[in-house]
């Protein structure tokens, strides 16, 4: 039997901007779909390091957005705003979101909800979207990525690197990363990448120049910014392509254009939260037509390092803050 929907959800909000003990468990009026929206009954809910930011003060919900933590979520199709087809009451679910995903209930337009995929649990789709979003239009959109070719994705352990080298190889790319430990780097392979290396043992540029005969990697995709952009450009081949996701190692970065021409590189990026629904929506419609079958083939599976209760949301960025994890921390609702 579906379970009635309670008037009010227990939610974590971020009572101040602060560390991890700002995350307060509260009660929240649940939420009502309005037109074009899917009301899901939250199952469980991914982490990721944008939420760090928005926790600190640092990165703010886009206008409209829930002030509510929780880029993505899986669960069941609680309600139906107006205009929703293809959708039915109580269908598993998964999704991307601007916010509110680490609550009973949360809000996401209709085009940013894909169906579970056959063969993974409600923890695993939830650990999916912001990481296969982020992926897909960055190495394929930005990157243009082709079989044959090699990327270079650094930490290849994080969320986005263990389903990034997932993505690349079944997409036909040679996978090279960049991780901080031998058991991070030892992870990346089992994951199938070809070469992992531990940056803080060996220089990534000349490894990446020796596995490629001194040629150089098609596409990297960068979150670490700073003095690494200069560095990913030695180690880029001609007519390379730069991504980057994020500047963890700093946001400005002094560049040897004169490189860029001889080689004839293309830097770009780009970031998630912010781009209209209708723009996440032609990615997810993509995903659903050619990454759903390589999940639902075994391809690519979520790494799930480890899950916390809803109450202990705090608890999860402690653990992600302290950045032992490889893969996926994810927090168990209902
Ligand atoms: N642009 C977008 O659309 C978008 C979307 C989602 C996420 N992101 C960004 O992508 C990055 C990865 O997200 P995630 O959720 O996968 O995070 P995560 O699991 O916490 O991973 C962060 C990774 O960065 C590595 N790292 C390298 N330099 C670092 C530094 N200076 N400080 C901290 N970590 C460093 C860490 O591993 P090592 O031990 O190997 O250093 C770790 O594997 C984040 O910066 C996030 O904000 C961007």
């Keep these: 039997m579906i379970p009635p929907i309670p008037l009010t959800m227990t939610a974590i909000e971020i009572s101040e901007p602060g560390g991890p003990d700002m995350l307060k468990p509260t009660r929240r009026d649940t939420p009502k779909p309005g037109s074009g929206e899917i009301l899901i009954r939250v199952a469980a809910a991914g982490i990721n390091r944008p939420d760090l930011l ?37 269908d598993a679910v ?29 923890i695993e789709a939830a650990a999916l979207p912001e990481t296969i979003f982020t992926c897909w239009t960055n190495l394929i959109d930005g990157g243009h990525l082709k079989s044959g070719e090699t990327v ?11 389903t990034g080298i997932q993505l690349a190889k079944a997409l036909g790319a040679m996978v090279f990363v960049t991780a901080g430990s031998p058991e991070k780097c030892a ?16 220089d990534f540029v000349k490894a990446v120049k020796a596995a490629t ?31 980057s996701i994020a500047v963890l190692g700093g946001p400005e970065a002094t560049i040897p254009i004169f490189k860029i021409m ?44 480890a899950t916390f209760p809803l109450d202990r949301a705090a608890d999860a960025h402690r653990a992600l803050e302290a950045g032992d994890h490889i893969g996926k921390l994810v927090l168990t609702v209902s």
Aim: aromatic share 4%.
């Design 187 to 202: 992870a990346c392979l089992t994951l199938g990448a070809t070469l992992a290396i531990d940056y803080k043992a060996e």
């Design 94 to 122: 998964c999704a991307l979101l601007a916010g509110g995903g680490y609550a009973e209930f949360a809000l996401a337009p209709a085009e940013q909800c894909l169906p579970v995929p056959d063969g993974l649990s409600m």
């Design 213 to 243: 005969g001194g040629r150089g990697v098609d596409v990297v995709l960068d979150m670490v910014g700073g003095d690494y952009v200069r560095r990913n450009i030695d180690a880029m081949a001609p007519g390379g392509r730069h991504v």
């Design 262 to 305: 001889q080689k004839r590189l293309i830097l770009t990026g780009s970031t998630l939260r912010a781009r209209p629904a209708r723009e996440k929506g032609a990615i997810a419609a993509v995903l659903r037509a050619t990454v759903w079958p390589m999940i639902a083939a075994g391809a690519i599976k979520p790494l799930i390092h």
């Design 152 to 162: 270079l994705i650094h930490g290849g352990s994080s969320g986005i690197g263990t």
């Design 54 to 90: 928005q926790r600190q003060g640092n990165y703010p919900p886009p206008p409209g957005a829930s002030d509510i933590p929780g880029l993505e979520v899986a669960g069941y199709v609680a309600a139906l705003g107006d205009d929703v087809t293809g959708w039915r009451v109580d």
